[in-house]
């Protein structure tokens, strides 16, 4: 597989150079991997940091700014930042009001994540965490690491943002981030395999006439192998995972997400059998984002993360934002 | 410096992480392989950016005790792998420095049961138990054989990972895969086993250097 | 090539479904393929139309609404719509104060947006048309169908469009299109190639180790195919490609356009490459736009456009825009 | 209805028009392919579509006259296939079937001048000339030789077609190769060479069908 870059291991740095260079609203830190708003700290207002490994853009660099997160630190590719990126990030948008950390529910985010906080707040800033776990693929959660990190990310990060802009305070804000998190599930679906700068061939084999279900965001193989399906079918597969999880009683936000490798055309058509098969399960989709959020590289793929909204949910959705990769209302 | 028979100084501490640092690097793509079957394809290169940070950090400012070289190394993992394995090794080394505390000489058994405290606080860290087929399955038995001798270390950690082969991972990404993931040598436990085998090549060539006299260097 | 489809023949419908489905605030006639802004024909104002093959997603439907397009036309996937569907789209946003076509210059574009001026005209709307034809890696145009459109068409829609919510008439907003058109040139590289849902493998065969210099944005082949290059040699050939037959006097807009396969962290990183050939060249860059705008199916590849800026044009192109695609300042 | 001997009514360009529906049918792959190579890859779904939607509309709204049928035909071309071959084969049938007027029963010199002036009309359209590697490679020859007889028309568009190899396309999207568009054979002319292929095959079916009795049966 070729791709776009100079050397695997300048990959990230030359990103944030890169996004350096188009996004003048964000200040990037290239050397020591930290993205944040321009304005933070924001006077009186909690802070939102959340990071993760690269390779999924515009998660989450993509989503700092007004409405949504403070700062990112992104790790090199698929394998979660380092404590010190957090605790930077955490230093530099800070207001006194704390700190919340949105960790996707991986050992190594989890882990560094928690030594960030620790040493965060030895240097006097509050730190509260919500993880992110949203993932219907892994089930056994005594036999696994927990349910995956993955679309719902999105959510938590766009919900809890507005609130931290309404002006909640920390408790308030972690208490909605965990909310989003509790009403969401995703599963996901791989047509190919990705191909990481640092191995240099797709991470599995996925022969012509399969494909993999409930696969992660990592270049991970799923949970089962199957022959090839229509759009119709994996959708059929994949709502259905994701209601019997979660079986929601009122009206759904819904994200169906490209995997990076996926084009756009063939998103919206998948979009078009999500909501058929949520229509004939009788549940109602409030809003609907179609489009490459939650990306593992070039997989091709796609997931569908479903959220049961309710009024304050629905307000937040709907409320400004405007960072690089999500932008309403302002 | 001077070394009493039987006892290891800054030294060769230093000679154990940079052979550690060389056998990642030959062995890089290898771990990343083994990550690709089973977990997300950069295990490898997050040791390598790693030991190749504890390396520069060990030469650019040189500890003085044992302990200082792991806690040393011990911070560089963590602030330079990420992922689940750099806080997980960085914790093990950082935990077996403070345990040996200041002194400039330590004996093999002695260092045998610094690493156990590490190895206890990297199963309290990431809340695996033996058989999960992680780093574990590997560090345990290597900690138990150093007990008796360094190519023992070796020996039983190289056992420990190849025993994880046929295990279904419980913990890290592997545990993803469910079923899937037996079948294959755990990434994080062959990397252990690397750091044993380092380990004991480093006591056999100080013997061969006619600096020991414990018997290493036959093993 | 596994592709997210039910058939091969439904998949420009399923993808309109799918619009319909995620996006209340257009107008979508799945069956005509007609997509419009809902609150269309908008009193007074001139309306911006265009269309093309799809598979450039999110060109062009996309690119519908206020401060951009009036309405898009998609073809079958790489080939151009047919007259109707203009026609139907020009009556549905005609205002009275007329129409402007925005065409990318294909053959079968052009020849398809002729007929159905012709047919439109006859109904008493009175149109004007624009062509794009901004690909540099097209050069003897006494030889060829004359250079192709490209990114560009995403700078003439976004300015034309921000024309024609000012106010201005008709013959205005053409001059504005044509202006931007004639001050933009583009050129792409291609890593792989793409696979269309009719033919079901990759259009051409691109081995290991080499690249197409000079693509277009239909799975056609390039100029030249040479070694693999790093992401620094590519934006030294492209940008300079640009420069060479645009020579800016003045600060640029630059669109550094995915085709649709390559990940945006590579984009990104791209980006930087681009940023920095600029900087050698004493190009400064007055406003950049990074991702994938106008696309070809899941081809790995990117190209670079740019567009000689002045004030006129700046502010246009800073003015409000909500499309599902491209957002700001609503 | 009765024919008048050497020359053609509604019904035989109907089934004209339903053999080229077949064949390109049968040969849409192989167009797909020869587009691949030098254009978009959609050249046989292209026509398949227009082709599919022109066999329908005849057999709903059957029309009473070849000119007629041409036109209808040429219509739905238009408004079902877009690309650059919708427009120029729309032109084409269009034109012809303009050319015919209202005449209920034709003659094949008759035909070909129209389908001569057919050819002139997609010239104009598509500002092409004989040796720019399009359709016009095969529709040029085709006419001149359907002047002499339905198989020399077949013939002469097939060698039409196969001459469009070596060229160097100047016109549609082949041209953006240079070049590299010489050594394939050009995808509208490949059709173009089915229609006069359907032609000849639906003229000989009808001489077997011993209606006819100029011969063309055995050519
Ligand atoms: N909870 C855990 N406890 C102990 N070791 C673990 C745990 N989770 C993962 N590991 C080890 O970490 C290794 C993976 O390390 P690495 O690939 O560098 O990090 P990541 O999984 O974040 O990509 C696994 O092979 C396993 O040995
Ligand atoms: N200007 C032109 N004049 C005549 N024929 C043309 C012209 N441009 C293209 N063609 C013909 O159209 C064919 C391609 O048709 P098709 O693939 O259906 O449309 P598109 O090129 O829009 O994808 C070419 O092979 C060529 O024969
Ligand atoms: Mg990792
Ligand atoms: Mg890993
Ligand atoms: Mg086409
Ligand atoms: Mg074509």
């Known amino acids: ?330 | 410096m001077t070394e009493t028979a039987g006892t290891y100084g800054t030294e060769f501490f230093v000679r154990w992480l940079e052979a550690v640092a060389e056998a990642v690097e030959r062995e890089a793509d290898r771990l990343t392989e083994l990550d690709a079957a089973i977990g997300d394809a950069d295990h490898g290169a997050n040791l390598r950016r790693g030991f190749t940070a504890v390396r520069k950090a060990l030469e650019e400012e040189p500890p003085t005790a044992p302990g200082a070289v792991l806690v040393a190394a011990g911070k560089q993992l963590i602030s330079t792998v990420g992922g689940a394995s750099g806080p997980l090794y960085g914790t093990l080394l950082r935990r077996a420095g403070k345990a040996l505390g200041d002194d400039p000489q330590v004996t093999r058994e002695r260092f045998a049961g610094a690493l156990g405290e590490g190895v206890e606080a990297v199963s309290r860290l990431g809340g695996a138990a033996p058989g999960d087929k992680t780093m574990l399955d590997a560090l345990g038995p290597g900690v138990e054989g150093l007990k008796v001798s360094f190519s023992a270390g070796r020996d039983r950690a190289g056992e420990g990972a190849a025993g994880t082969v046929p295990l279904r991972a419980r913990k890290g990404r592997a545990s993803y895969l469910g079923e899937r993931s037996a079948g294959h040598e755990d990434p994080g436990a062959a990397s252990s086993a690397l750091l044993f085998a380092a380990l004991a090549a480093t006591a056999r060539a100080e013997a061969a250097d006619g600096t020991r006299t414990d018997g290493e260097g036959a093993a």
């Open chain 1, 1 to 330: 597989m070729k791709m776009l870059i100079n050397v695997p291991e300048t990959v990230v740095a030359d990103a944030l150079r890169g996004m350096a260079a188009a996004h003048p609203e964000l200040t990037v830190d290239v050397e020591r991997r930290v993205v944040v708003r321009r304005d933070a700290p924001v006077a009186g207002k909690v802070a939102l940091v959340s990071g993760g490994g690269s390779g999924h853009e515009p998660l989450h660099a993509g989503f700092v700014g007004p409405g949504m997160l403070d700062a990112a630190c992104p790790g090199e590719v698929f394998t979660s930042p380092v404590p010190d990126q957090m605790v930077r990030a955490a230093a530099a948008v800070d207001s006194g009001a704390g700190v919340l950390f949105v960790v996707k529910n991986y050992t190594g985010d989890v882990l560094n994540f928690e030594m960030a906080a620790e040493l965060a707040e030895d240097e006097g800033v509050r730190i509260a965490r919500v993880l992110v776990d949203d993932d219907v693929a892994v089930t056994d959660s005594l036999y696994t690491a927990g349910r995956r990190g993955t679309g719902a990310t999105l959510f938590v990060e766009k919900i809890a943002g507005a609130a931290t802009e309404e002006g909640a305070p920390l408790e308030r804000v972690e208490a909605v981030a965990r909310r989003v998190n509790e009403r969401s599930r995703s599963f996901g679906v791989a047509l190919g395999a990705c191909t990481t700068p640092a191995k240099g061939s797709p991470t599995f084999d996925l022969p012509p006439g399969e494909l993999e279900l409930g696969v992660g965001i990592h270049g991970e193989p799923g949970r089962e192998r199957r022959a090839m399906m229509t759009a119709r079918e994996i959708a059929d597969v994949a709502v259905e995972a994701v209601l019997d999880d979660l079986r929601p009683t009122g009206p759904v936000l819904a994200l169906v997400n490209g995997m990076g490798g996926t084009p756009l055309l063939e998103l919206y058509g998948f979009h078009a059998e999500v909501a058929r098969v949520l229509g004939e399960r009788g549940v109602p989709v409030a809003r609907a984002l179609v489009g490459n959020y939650v990306t593992s590289l070039d997989m091709a793929g796609c997931s569908v993360t479903l959220c049961e909204a309710d009024e304050e949910l629905l307000r937040l959705w709907d409320a400004p934002v405007r960072t690089a990769a999500l932008r309403w209302g302002l």
